[in-house]
């Protein structure tokens, strides 16, 4: 199959996302006051309602309401003052009232849309002019969302002696009836996306919004959120979309993008020797890297969607939602913003700290504590250095960098320094001082050593003005032995330069 890039020149990708979101920090299900919890033993958190007993009545679940208002609310939707619960009718062991409840053609929110930043080689995917470039490449594509809606998840099943899931050949199902009934919301985007790396971007993007807004855990691992992926491909320049083919078991960021890579090549194979896209759902196989036919789209589903006469139409108050907006917090694009202009961060690392909730709480406990010139180098070591550790306080943290912006350790001292420390509650200075890593700063005592060495290897001084400018790192390294490494590299690179330049 030819490359991607190579496809993306001749063809144009479309992609639709359809993303459910488990509300994990929620305390019951949707429709019941079961516990919400997947970690309890199966089939214990069940009820009538859930389990779909004649006669059991189901009562909405207020919170799971103010989560997707919020939702909708931080992806720029239209909040619907009244909208549906339908039933959708199909036959299978996992729903065990024969009918999921979620929503009609109203959903709680419609109409909204994510932008999103494609920067760095994500961006060269798309190599056409219908956005605009900037000189890096970097370019902002808006994505349309149609809607969020409110459902219920099914229960779990596993087939045990199955194949990666798949029902064939298995041996035997088990249900777990846990899972029935979890407030679930369903993000449907419009066919906006033209690569994988947008369709990887906005998951993600999707997943950092919802994470600040507390509303799941959003483990991509673990099944609470999920993706399916759309796509379809044209030829450049024409309008009309191709038939689509839908993948499911996509369970990681990079799956996503691998997953439609591999399809949009494979659709292009298959029009290119003159055959036909079927519309089809496809199962993608991480280990094989490839997606193979689960089933084929013959008929429409006739799932017989009719209101839920149970629940009565469901109207939301302009003060309900306004509650609702009142509890959205800070999202991650006005964070960053926020990082780049108050602490004068570099854009890529202050997008990185606000994008991750416990990161931008962990990096603002931080900086709190230090002078404001130390605080991009806090951004630093959070970015660079933390995430390899287990447990190091923000206090160690704030200490770590002080140390560090005051040319006072060197970057791998630091991180040295936090390996000794992770998980314990020593203070990096302590270490530093018995370790004697502490660097001199004491630049009449780095002069003199720079001059000793400068007098010594006259060879190297002849080839630096020659201009061999490189030399300039065996003279540091000189230095460092010279002052038996006590002296700071970057304060003798600067020194060696002033001299041999003067
Ligand atoms: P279906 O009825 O097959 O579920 P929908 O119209 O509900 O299809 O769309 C499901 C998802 O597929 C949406 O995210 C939508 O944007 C996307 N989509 C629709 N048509 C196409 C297409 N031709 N190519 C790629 N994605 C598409
Ligand atoms: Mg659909
Ligand atoms: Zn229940």
Partial sequence: ????????????????????????????????????????EPNTNVCPVCLGMPGALPVPNRKAIESIVMAGLATNCEIQ??????????????????YQTTQGPVAFCMYGHLDLEVTGQGAKERPDSTVSKASDGSYVAPIRILR????????????????????????????????????????????DLRTPEEARLFMEKLRQTFLTLGISDCSLENGSMR?????????????????????????????????????ICRQAEVLEEGGIVYQETRHWEPSKRRTVVMRVKETADDYRMYPDPDLAPFDLSDEFVERCRARVPELPDAKRDRYINDFGLKRADAAQIAGDPATATFFEQAVATVKDKVVPTVANVVVNLVPATKAVTSAQVASLSSLLAADAITFAQAREV?????????????????????????????????????????????????????????????????????????????????????
């Fill in 1 to 40: 199959m030819k490359k991607l890039q190579e496809v993306l020149r001749d063809w144009e990708a479309v992609i639709g996302l359809e993303v459910h979101t488990e509300l994990t920090t929620l305390e019951t299900k949707m429709f019941c006051d079961c516990r919400l919890s997947h970690d309890d």
């Fill in 81 to 98: 003052p009244r909208s549906y619960f339908y039933r959708k009718h199909y036959f299978y062991p996992d729903m065990s009232k024969n």
């Fill in 148 to 191: 969020i809606h409110m459902e219920e998840d099914a229960a779990k099943m596993v087939h045990v002696g199955g194949t990666e899931g798949r029902i064939t050949s298995a041996a035997e199902s088990l249900i777990d009836y846990n899972r029935c009934g979890t407030p679930l919301i369903e993000l449907v985007t419009e066919p």
């Fill in 227 to 263: 993706c399916d992926g759309n796509v379809s491909i044209r030829r450049r320049g024409t309008t009309e979309f191709g038939t689509k083919t839908e993948m499911k078991n996509i369970n990681s960021f990079k799956s996503l993008h691998n997953a439609l890579e591999y399809e």
């Fill in 418 to 502: 936090l390996e000794v420390i992770d998980g314990t509650t020593m203070d990096p200075e302590k270490i530093v001082d018995e370790r004697g890593m502490r660097q001199s700063t004491d630049t009449d005592a780095l002069s003199a050593t720079v001059e000793e060495v400068l007098a010594r290897c006259t060879d190297q001084v002849r080839q630096y003005k020659e201009g061999n400018k490189k030399v300039v790192g065996f003279l540091v390294g000189q230095c460092m032995k010279a002052s038996r490494g006590t002296g700071n590299p970057k304060l003798f690179n600067q020194l060696l330069r002033e001299r041999l330049e003067a």
